[in-house]
């Protein structure tokens, strides 16, 4: 393995990435849709929401990395997915678009009932985006996508056995990762009925996905014989086995009620079965294109190399930071935990805090910087060409907005004195 | 210019609705733009606001930046999905550019999605952490959401700037070859001109719109001292931004000059290569004479401005075969509308600074209030007319000189029936997004959050 077979390895962790936690995410929106009438529907809405709601946009951000490494690293490839296969990819993109109104839309909402609305309206979408992008996965590893702007059928390249197959299993594991994680999280919340109400889920949908995942290797072994011949004995064998074998102790760590060490089990079989995939399938990318083929240039893949290793030093902590303070309860939706009073600053509506700020800055000196520097941009930006005037003038601008906005807000802010509404 | 494209990755295709995927593209940029300038302005309001709670103790301004957190999120969660629309449509529209150049630009997608990842967590934290975390604790949370902003704007203009003014490549049949991803997006001069206006842009957009919300209010008779202060601050950044952008884009304009001749002579309706050329207010481009009909002639405006030489000589449209020119009609409209309308916003935001500075206090006439209402879906218009006036100015070109948007768009099927449903779900998105900012602006914040203020009218 070489340069050439790294951001294809990046693509690979991001997508197990964000079938783990963005997976839950649209999992909760299926459990939203088919939790029922009556307050306990409600109350299983309500939980579905409320454990997604800080973290969903971070877990979605998951795809768009997918995206951009993929179509900067192997460029040609990603041109020929995305025209042949632009019915599913188009169907997912409008399931994300519901899925994210949803969130938003529930912010405004005031009733529960106006949000199990919001809820069920938008939860066809957890359903269809799933299963559309599962279609993607089952078109390139059934041989549908061929190199070329569309040279593959637009519908029964991923209308087929294999594609279908996959789909129905990326929701089914979707429902099961969200099943997981409800639970643990009912646990953290101490509510015991809502923790039994997702550990059947949970069971159950582990159950129906570990059966779609031997129907699905009987179905490539009659429709993609070679994937699955490298699949069951070739390469693909020690991940299988794998995930075998994590997909058995996920339901084990269920049963046995330990739900945050099964999150993690049932993360490790997702990443097999790719992991599977991955080395069944490889060399090859698309029929015909290999990865080293479908690679780009040296230089290219360097970069991406460098801005993930980068982006990931700053990504990671940040993102350990998200979760353990949403974990721990230190953020969380609205919920009126316990609102601390003593952290607030003493004292309420002070005038004289607004005059300290006005004092604290002469206003006179600052109209005059600002002026000074509404000059300077004139002169560097304006009447001068040469590029490092340019970048003067530019900071002479920043320079006049922030003087600008400095003096100016005070007298607003203190306003009520002198003017008197 | 680098030489004209020999072929392409995925080869030629034949697409009868090239019009309709121009359309659909320009349809999800339109709906995003607007919200991109919420997300890299609206946050510095915001914490602004918080800052100034925790400077002053004053609860008021801790009210204001809890209930527009709310309106923040919301308008992020729609700015998502929207952006996330425009990456699907790289590979979904022009598959061709992308399998073509995606080693050259992908680059700066890829960095921008790190730079939306953090802005993502750390509006997670920002958000859920009201009334959770210790209050310092809390503004510093909102920080890196301001940064990422600025970043991501500069990665996603990076590329857009490579795509005006292409370099750090060569293409051999199709295939690049040399390439130098790094120099092509950073080492590129077209790009900081853009990344400036565009900046400025946001917050002139997300100060004129707040500020045009409380306006209404005024008009009203809703009028107390939370909302005084509600409108002062997005005004007072506006008013400042507004004059500063006129700055911007005269700089803008002579880049434009000098890197891509045949846009700004589009824009300005410049048939023939000109000594001394005039600048033409209005009227109509007549493409069969090359004159401005009907057009205010300021003689020699155009050459002082784009060359600081009243005789200095500006490239026509006539410099290129007519099927490399942009449509110059939609070209000089939305250069027009801009410049206008960026006057315009100037102006007031003029006026509003000599009022805070002579009197010492907001305007008070009626019509002020009246023009700000009015000022701010004009700053929308302004914004999207501006990148019509990049974008349309960069056509029949994706990659400037070197490849032809109809060489980059798909070859498959159903381009109309996609931006139907795209066109329909997004009347959807705008239709429910109206109503939950108008249940933001109205209802009090959650019970069980801060008590009312006495202050709120």
């Known amino acids: 393995m070489g340069l050439k077979e790294i951001p294809l390895l990046f693509v690979l962790a991001g997508l197990v990435l964000y079938v783990t936690l963005a997976g839950a995410d649209f999992g909760a929106g299926f459990w939203q849709l088919v939790a029922g009438r009556g307050e306990?529907?409600?109350?299983?809405?309500?939980?579905?929401h409320d454990a997604m709601a800080p973290v969903w946009e971070a877990n979605h951000v998951w795809l768009i990395f997918v995206l951009t490494v993929f179509w900067t690293g192997y460029p040609t490839a990603f041109g020929s997915i995305a025209s042949t296969l632009a019915v599913p990819l188009f169907i997912a993109a409008i399931g994300i678009i519901f899925r994210g109104a949803a969130y938003a839309l529930r912010a405004g909402t005031t009733s529960l009932r106006e949000q199990s609305a919001v809820d069920t309206a938008f939860s066809i979408s957890s359903v269809l985006t799933p299963f559309a992008l599962g279609t993607v996965i089952g078109a390139i590893a059934d041989e549908r996508v061929p190199v070329g702007n569309a040279a593959g059928d637009m519908f029964s390249s991923w209308l087929n056995l294999t594609a279908v197959t996959i789909g129905v299993l990326a929701v089914v594991i979707s429902a099961y990762l969200a099943a997981v994680y409800l639970a643990a999280d009912a646990v953290r919340a101490g509510d015991a009925e809502l923790e039994q109400a997702f550990r059947r889920r949970a069971l159950g949908t582990g159950v129906v996905a570990g059966a779609l995942a031997v129907v699905g290797l009987v179905v490539l072994h009659h429709e993609t014989h070679h994937l699955y011949h490298e699949l069951v004995a070739g390469r693909g064998l020690p991940a299988l086995i794998v995930s075998v074998l994590a997909g058995l102790a996920t339901l084990v760590l269920v049963v046995?009620?330990?739900?945050?060490?099964?999150?993690?089990?049932?993360?490790?079989?997702?990443?097999?079965?790719?992991?599977?995939?991955?080395?069944?399938?490889?060399?090859?990318?698309?029929?015909?294109?290999?990865?080293?083929?479908?690679?780009?240039?040296?230089?290219?893949?360097?970069?991406?190399?460098?801005?993930?290793?980068?982006?990931g030093l700053i990504l990671f902590p940040s993102l350990a930071l998200l979760f353990s303070l949403t974990l721990r309860g230190h953020i969380g939706y609205i919920g009126g935990g316990p609102a601390s009073a003593e952290q607030l600053p003493d004292g309420g509506p002070t005038s004289g805090g607004v005059r300290g700020v006005v004092a604290r800055s002469s206003t006179g000196l600052l109209v005059r910087a600002a002026g000074a520097c509404l000059v300077g941009a004139l002169g560097f930006l304006t009447a001068a060409d040469a590029g490092w005037a340019h970048v003067i003038g530019v900071l002479s601008l920043v320079g006049f907005i922030v003087l600008g906005v400095c003096a100016a807000l005070p007298l607003a802010l203190q306003e009520d004195s002198a003017a008197g509404d | 210019m680098i030489a004209a494209l020999i072929g392409t990755a995925l080869g030629p295709v034949q697409q009868h609705y090239l019009d309709e995927a121009r359309q659909m593209q320009a349809l999800s940029f339109a709906v995003h733009i607007p919200l991109v300038c919420f997300g890299v302005a609206f946050p510095a309001m915001v914490l602004l606001a918080e800052w100034l709670h925790l400077r002053t103790g004053d609860d008021l301004y801790r009210t204001l930046a809890r209930r527009w957190t709310r309106i923040m999120v919301a308008l992020f969660a729609i700015g998502v999905i929207t952006g996330t629309i425009l990456s699907f449509e790289m590979g979904l529209l022009w598959p061709n550019f992308t399998a073509t150049f995606g080693d050259v630009f992908g680059l700066g997608f890829a960095i921008e999605g790190f730079s939306f990842f953090l802005e993502a967590i750390f509006i997670g934290i920002y958000v859920y952490g009201w009334e959770r975390m210790p209050p310092r604790w809390h503004l510093l949370s909102g920080l890196p959401i301001v940064f990422t902003g600025f970043s991501g704007s500069m990665m996603v203009i990076a590329v857009n700037g490579w795509m005006n003014h292409p370099s750090g490549f060569k293409l051999v049949n199709g295939k690049t070859t040399d390439v130098h991803p790094w120099a092509a997006l950073f080492g590129n001069r077209f790009f900081w001109h853009e990344l400036v206006h565009m900046y400025i842009a946001a917050f002139i957009v997300a100060g004129f719109v707040v500020a045009a919300a409380y306006a209404v209010g005024r008009l009203r008779g809703n009028w107390g001292r939370y909302e005084r202060i509600a409108l002062a601050i997005p005004l007072t950044i506006a008013a400042l931004a507004a004059p500063a952008q006129l700055l911007v884009g005269d700089w803008a304009a002579r880049t434009v000059a000098t890197d891509q001749p045949t846009k700004l002579a589009a824009m300005e309706g410049?048939?023939?290569?000109?000594?001394?050329?005039?600048?033409?207010?209005?009227?109509?481009?007549?493409?069969?004479?090359?004159?401005?009909?009907?057009?205010?002639?300021?003689?020699?405006?155009?050459?002082?401005?784009?060359?600081?030489?009243?005789?200095?000589?500006?490239?026509?449209?006539?410099?290129?075969?007519?099927?490399?020119?942009?449509?110059?009609?939609?070209?000089?409209?939305a250069f027009q509308?801009?410049?206008?309308?960026?006057?315009?916003?100037?102006?007031?935001?003029?006026?509003?600074?000599?009022?805070?500075?002579?009197?010492?206090?907001?305007?008070?006439?009626?019509?002020?209030?009246?023009?700000?209402?009015?000022?701010?879906?004009?700053?929308?218009?302004?914004?999207?007319?501006?990148?019509?006036?990049?974008?349309?100015?960069?056509?029949?070109?994706?990659?400037?000189?070197?490849?032809?948007?109809?060489?980059?768009?798909?070859?498959?099927?159903?381009?109309?029936?996609?931006?139907?449903?795209?066109?329909?779900?997004?009347?959807?998105v705008a239709v429910a997004l109206a109503w939950i900012l108008r249940r933001l602006a109205r209802s009090p914040l959650a019970p069980h959050a801060d008590p009312q203020p006495t202050t709120q009218v």
């Open chain 2, 270 to 333: 410049l048939q023939k290569t000109t000594k001394g050329a005039s600048e033409h207010v209005l009227g109509w481009y007549d493409a069969k004479t090359g004159d401005i009909k009907w057009g205010i002639e300021i003689p020699y405006l155009l050459s002082l401005l784009s060359t600081h030489d009243p005789n200095g000589r500006v490239q026509g449209l006539d410099a290129v075969p007519a099927a490399d020119r942009p449509p110059v009609n939609v070209e000089r409209f």
């Open chain 2, 337 to 428: 509308t801009m410049v206008g309308i960026g006057t315009l916003l100037a102006l007031i935001g003029v006026l509003t600074l000599l009022v805070r500075w002579r009197r010492r206090r907001l305007p008070q006439s009626v019509w002020f209030y009246r023009a700000l209402v009015v000022a701010g879906p004009l700053s929308l218009v302004c914004l999207i007319a501006g990148w019509v006036t990049t974008e349309v100015g960069r056509q029949p070109w994706v990659v400037y000189g070197v490849m032809r948007t109809a060489d980059a768009v798909t070859g498959a099927g159903g381009v109309p029936v996609g931006y139907a449903v795209l066109a329909l779900v997004y009347v959807g």
């Open chain 1, 256 to 311: 046995v009620r330990r739900y945050e060490l099964s999150r993690y089990t049932a993360a490790l079989a997702v990443a097999a079965i790719v992991a599977g995939w991955a080395l069944a399938q490889e060399p090859v990318l698309l029929p015909g294109l290999t990865v080293s083929q479908a690679a780009a240039p040296h230089d290219t893949l360097v970069a991406i190399v460098v801005a993930v290793v980068g982006g």
């Open chain 1, 40 to 48: 306990r529907g409600e109350r299983i809405r309500e939980h579905a």
